[in-house]
């Protein structure tokens, strides 16, 4: 992996503008992905991994907002770009798979003409380059060409989130954001996509950032994991690392509420407690009331991102070394 | 099959078939949701019931709560067959023994009424004996058991999170005191962290209320976590279905191997290269004889291809329907995990 990062989010939050208040979705978030590099975000529902990833391609829509950072890809600045100057960036250099395929693909047009929609709309190629890349990239995610003629309810739905991925790689990008695009598959077509798209980020190099709400999915393929709660970053680290040797109490308990199809049968005790509304965060540690370790201080001080063995964790018992594994 | 096992059974399927006509008014083609399944629930038992999209499993649990009448074979209650229960009082005592839970906790509940409504309604319907302070009394005892606060029946669904409003699901459920309850992927759209309370509750319900479950998933994880049996389905067939813990050490079908490699597993050691398979689920529109999961078995044989397989008890208590794994003495591996 070359040096410089492909992307670096510094310092980005986004607020919500609401009549009853303004609600920080995304609070001081920073990470850097490199050229490619496979990076897992996971958290829980509402805990912001959505908002980020729109925020980082530059997708956002009133009332979300960008209130502060930068998200900077290829050296630019993408915060406050105009449309036509993100134009010549998306597709081409950075692209997005949605998680529903069904409702991202437009149902009343072929696979093959919504991919000559993006091409022409991103780039100046001519039409039988546009039909002979389309071709290709449907052959490399395993679809034959001739779906190029299919509407999409032709297809399965793993064929559909295929051709999606397919989609996002008709200008070889060099960084594809994906949404939970194996959500709506069971588990042999999750699997089989998941390969496939560690098999062309092998093939082609490109990095890829990959939100889930499941950790186990991703447990073999990501790099590196960010685990998000409540808008912020709990930890960051290499992914086997976080698997065998989780330092924040919240990743613990994610991987705790886990059962395996593997070794004895235990009984689990998942977290106690739901997620917190994001507009009426508790004081301190976001997590404390949910926390099987908490102390008094974790109620009052708020805590920062610690570096620790190689990770960050935003921990007060883990920084101040009171609590051990 | 393995009904000796299980006494008389709670509920038993036999020959059950539900096909569907597709296509418009002068269409001939049929899709055959379910074709000739045999299963028998016993009491306090959790059965999961799993497979792929299309497989079949939500039919039978839409069958079973008569939602749609069977196309041909027969659904046993306590050793009644359920077409002859036609009295409005029979059939009212029937979907109150077996209710359904949905999957949705969104889209099932009313979102203008407090969530105790349901409860109170079904109390109403199902249990008339009841005076209005007992079915108050009730309502509290089952929000208890499924682990709600007591405010919880005053609240409005609005103000619930998706693992209680779940709960709320479990709690009206249990008020008409079922025998067992079909679940429909029930945990499939709650976070992670919360699923493991649900499950635990299904365990507790069967422990302590003596409630059997059909646990229909497709997270084979999480049937292990609170099944007793599995019931494993293909394109409407059942292809494998045992003790929970003899079907996940020696699965004998291809499908259910294949099935069993594609679970993600953390505490698995780290492997990308792992065979996988690119098959597509089959389609059930006008089957022609034959396994149908011949075109992604790696085992198939010529016989496949002609002779649909039966399931054949492999292990005690344990069938499978695969012509090769009934064939072959030791255990044949089409993937391994």
């Not at chain 1, 390969?195 to 950790?215: W, Y």
């Not at chain 1, 008094?296 to 991102?305: N, R, T, Y």
């Not at chain 2, 027969?74 to 999957?103: D, I, N, T, W």
């Not at chain 2, 059930?284 to 010529?302: H, K, M, Q, S, Y």
Request: charged share 20%.
């Amino acid at each position: 992996m070359s040096d410089a990062p492909v992307l670096e989010v510094s310092g980005l939050s986004v607020d919500y503008i609401l009549d009853r208040g303004d609600v920080r979705a995304v609070d001081d978030v920073s990470f850097t992905v490199s050229r490619g590099e496979f990076l897992g975000i996971v958290g829980e529902s509402g805990c912001g991994k959505s908002t980020l990833l729109f925020a980082v391609a530059q997708l956002l829509a009133p009332p979300a907002e960008v209130a502060a950072g930068s998200v900077t890809f290829g050296g630019t600045n993408l915060v406050g770009l105009t449309d036509g100057q993100l134009s010549a960036i998306r597709w081409r250099d950075m692209s997005v798979v949605m998680q529903s395929a069904m409702n991202a693909l437009n149902p009343v047009k072929t696979i093959g003409a919504q991919f000559k929609d993006v091409m022409r709309a991103h780039g100046k190629v001519p039409d039988r380059d546009i039909a002979a890349r389309s071709a290709e990239v449907l052959r490399m995610v395993g679809i034959d060409p001739e779906h190029l003629r299919s509407y999409p309810h032709q297809l399965s739905g793993g064929m559909r989130q295929r051709s999606m991925i397919a989609m996002a790689l008709l200008f070889t990008p060099d960084l594809v954001i994906m949404d939970e695009p194996t959500s709506a598959l069971d588990v042999v077509a999750q699997r089989s996509l998941m390969v496939q798209i560690k098999e062309l980020q092998l093939a082609f190099g490109f990095a890829v950032i990959f939100v889930t709400h499941d950790m186990s999915l991703i447990s073999h393929f990501s790099d590196r994991l960010m685990v998000m709660y409540a808008g912020q970053v709990d930890e960051l680290g290499a992914t086997r690392a976080v698997f065998d040797r989780p330092l924040h109490p919240y990743t613990q308990g994610l991987l705790e509420a886990f059962p395996s199809i593997r070794g004895p049968r235990v009984p689990l005790k998942g977290i106690p407690g739901n997620p917190p509304d994001l507009a009426r965060v508790p004081s301190g540690c976001r997590f404390h009331p949910r926390c099987p370790y908490a102390v008094d201080k974790c109620a009052e001080v708020e805590p920062g991102l610690y570096p620790l063995d190689e990770a960050l964790v935003r921990c007060l018992r883990r920084e101040d070394g009171s609590l051990v594994s | 099959m393995t009904s000796e096992l299980h006494g008389a059974g709670l509920i038993r399927a036999e020959h059950l078939t539900r096909h569907f006509k597709i296509g418009g008014a002068l269409s001939r083609r049929t899709l055959h949701a379910v074709d000739d399944v045999n299963f028998t629930i016993g009491e306090r038992e959790i059965v999961a019931l799993a497979g792929e999209s299309g497989s079949g499993k939500s039919t039978i649990a839409r069958v079973l709560a008569r939602i749609y009448p069977p196309t041909a074979g027969e659904v046993f209650f306590e050793g009644k067959p359920l077409a002859a229960m036609k009295s409005r009082a029979e059939r009212l005592r029937y979907s109150g023994l077996v209710p359904m839970v949905f999957q949705d906790p969104f889209a099932s509940i009313n979102p203008v009424f407090r969530v105790s409504h349901g409860v109170l309604r079904s109390l109403k319907l199902h249990r008339p004996s009841l005076s209005e302070a007992q079915r108050q009394e009730e309502t509290a005892r089952v929000f208890e058991v499924v682990g709600l606060n007591p405010d919880m029946p005053q609240r409005f669904p609005y103000e619930l999170s998706g693992g209680q409003r779940q709960r709320v699901g479990f709690a009206q459920a249990l008020a008409m005191r079922p025998k067992l309850i079909l679940a429909d992927e029930p945990v499939s759209m709650l976070d992670v962290s919360i699923r493991i309370g649900l499950l635990n509750l299904m365990a507790k319900l069967r422990d302590d209320e003596g409630v059997s479950i059909l646990y229909i998933t497709h997270d084979i994880a999480s049937a292990r976590y609170v099944a007793d049996r599995l019931i494993v389905m293909y394109a409407g067939q059942i292809a494998e279905t045992g003790p929970i813990e003899d079907v996940l050490a020696h699965p004998r079908h291809p499908y259910t191997q294949l099935l069993l490699s594609a679970v993600p597993d953390p505490r698995a050691p780290l492997s990308v290269a792992a065979e996988t398979d690119r098959g597509e689920p089959p389609r059930v529109i006008d089957p022609t004889p034959g396994c149908r999961f011949r075109w992604r078995c790696p085992l198939a044989i010529d016989t496949c291809a002609q002779v649909t397989p039966s399931l054949v008890e492999l292990r005690p208590d344990h069938s499978a329907a695969c012509h090769v794994a009934q064939n072959s003495s030791e255990e044949v591996k089409a993937f391994t995990a």
